[in-house]
């Protein structure tokens, strides 16, 4: 350390050699050595001007100030008949950087995040600076796992005083974790903890995820999901003594190990509650805490009454109520009381709602969706559905809220709502596959999210198969009404061909254009009204069914309708990729109305229940049922026929084959329909946290009736078992499943193994 200390003050005692002069009159100043500084840059920075009397302390000043800009490796003063003379040597300027054998970056990248620590093209050549960059480039490594990564850095001097800089990159192979080890545990066993985890040992999934790539912030987070299971379960004590991170010679293998410490178990002792009754009663204050005496303590219980009881509180405009639960330990029974004590503290309102961040969506855009109003008392559920309703606008790809109190008066807040905008018009091509005879799907569209930053939509969509080809354009304003009321207009031509299918044999035209109308009758609940004209032509083959060929011979070959529909939908799911509990309801029903040629309802009604078993397992129940028929004694069109079969009904059958068939065994379809499945969805064993790939075990059964069958015994419910796995892959969801049918009948056509790729419509 003496050795040190004596090191660091030696350039001080050259400096004062060096600059030790008799004071004088500076009457000119001269700069010597610049190449590429100019002079008046010198000039700057000198504490020394023209007319001043330069001391030995002016001097050792003069000096470290030139030192101190960074520009000069030397620094002298010398004086010539008054003349100061600044004699300098400048550090040598940066003229390429090169970044050799990277393949995990691009180029480009590094050479940006090098800019940040001081070393670039043009720059003043640093050692600190570059010392920085090597250390940033490893930084960057080992966030993608690769510890073994070695750089060698070469500087080379050029001619007028550059340097070239060079980094040669070997960058190694990715380090994986080997094992992770947990020391202490007694009640859970080390597998069940495992499970927690993020971080795991490599799986198959895991090139997909970088789970088995050690990061500090992900076994942080790791060890908090533990933590909370612990203090979940009742141990109110645990810990965690410490966590060793280790790597291999070779830096392949990363090991960890986590040291726990459980402690006991406690039970809830008693429950006593402090708030103003005449804000908040008891009773009512009781009934928003779920844990009793006797309960085994539960941290996310707590949290959640301390929550319900915020935003009970938060609902009558309470905005900043402070809610505590004080424990109360005993260390001998292992049990621990609590007092719940509400402050509600000053009742406020909303004095303003200002909107920011929206450089092209409109203000009423955004407003409208507000169920927070100004003026109003504050309303903790207004305006978390307030948030939720502009998120779902999909316009945003940040949406925050602060409510920032009014400077000099304590009881008003604004509701300050940021957004970030981000693109809403879409050009799209894309292309699926089927496992059943629609082949090919191509599909391309383009759309208009928020036309103009009104938040109207307008959209174009042609999709292609061997079976279906559809073609339209829509128009849709979300706010037609004032009060949320929705209108839009649709233009489409629908031809389809079943000739390579295994319905009976026929081809259609159908052109049309309609109205509809969306009536919120509830935050998660809509109703729809429809009204459009479809003009349809039909050609049969001589393989076609009894059954069309006297529906065309009583109605045409080209047939118009006046078309009303009446839907509604109730969605309460916690997500629509990867729902673990809710429901979904659907009811549409489409009736030729009296004018038409054609007189036929079609009704159908989808319920889709999760039920979560466990963190992991949900059971998914799901009916469909339709009923179809003719009215003012006319028949159904037999080509509103429902049918049955194939991926989305009863998987192991091919499509549309279940149900009454004619004397060449193709299906004709029915007026009713009834469809359940039951499925048993679980994650991909060893995929860990992956949530884009889904398994599941499913029972599927259905019926198509309502039409006499030519064939005996090719009628009645069928069904079947088997496997399913869903994929939201980059090109697209991809669904495959097969399937054992359970009670197969002669003629039946099967498909056991069947999928989708791709959005098919």
Known sequence: MRLLKLAGLIPLLYITSVVAMEPFVVKDIRVEGIQRTEPGTVFSYLPVKVGDTLTDDQSAAAIRALFATGFFTDVGLKVEKGVLVVIVRERPSIASVEINGVKEFPKDQLRDNLKFVGLAEGRIFDKSALEKSENELKRQYVARGKYAVSIKTTVA??????????????????????????????????????????????????????????SKQKLSADLEVMRSFYLDSGYLEFSIDSTQVSISADKKDIYITININEGAKYTVSDIKLIAPESILPHEEMRKLISINSGDVFSRVKLTDAQKKISDRLGDDGYAFANVSAV???????????????????????????????????????????????????????KIQKSKQRVDRLDFFSEVNLET????????????????????????????????????LVLTAGMTFGNWLGTGKQISTQINTSQTNQVYSVSYTNPYYTDDGVSRGFDIYQRNLDTTKTSISPYKSYTSGGGVRFGLPIGEDETMYYGLSVEQSQYELTSASSLQYLNYVNTFGTTTSNLLGTVGWTRDSRDSAIYPTEGKVQKSYLKVSLPVSEQRYYKLTYQHQKFFPLSKDVTLLLNGDFGVAGGYDDKPLPFFENFTAGGVGTVRGYRSASIGPRDINNLSLGGDKRIILNTELLFPMPGGGKERSVRLSAF?????????????????????????????????????????????????????RFQFTLGQIF
């Open 157 to 214: 001097e050029l001619e007028r005083n550059r340097v070239a800089v060079s980094f040669d990159v070997v960058e190694g192979s990715v380090s994986r974790i080997r094992q992770i080890n947990i020391v202490g545990n007694s009640v859970f066993p080390e597998k069940e903890l495992l499970d927690l985890m993020k971080l795991t040992t490599p799986t198959f999934w895991t090139w997909a995820t970088s789970n088995d790539q050690y």
């Open 327 to 381: 424990p109360e330990l005993d260390k001998v029974k292992h049990e621990v009381a609590f007092t719940f004590v509400a402050d509600p503290g000053q009742r406020v309102y909303v004095r303003n709602i200002n909107v920011m961040g929206n450089t092209k969506t409109k203000d009423e855009v955004i407003r409208r969706e507000f169920r927070q109003m100004e003026g109003a008392w504050f309303a903790t559920k």
């Open 404 to 439: 920032p109190p009014v400077q000099g008066s304590k009881d008003q807040v604004d509701l300050n709502v940021s957004v970030k905008e981000k693109p809403t018009g879409s050009f799209n091509v894309g292309a699926g596959v089927s496992s059943n005879t629609s082949g």
């Open 699 to 751: 029972v599927d059964g259905g019926i198509i009736y309502g039409v006499p069958s030519v064939i005996p015994g090719t009628d009645g419910a069928r069904y079947s078992t088997g496997l399913a796995l869903t994929w939201i892959s980059p090109v697209g969801p991809l669904k495959m499943s097969y399937a054992w049918p359970l009670n197969e009948q002669v003629g039946d056509n099967l498909e």
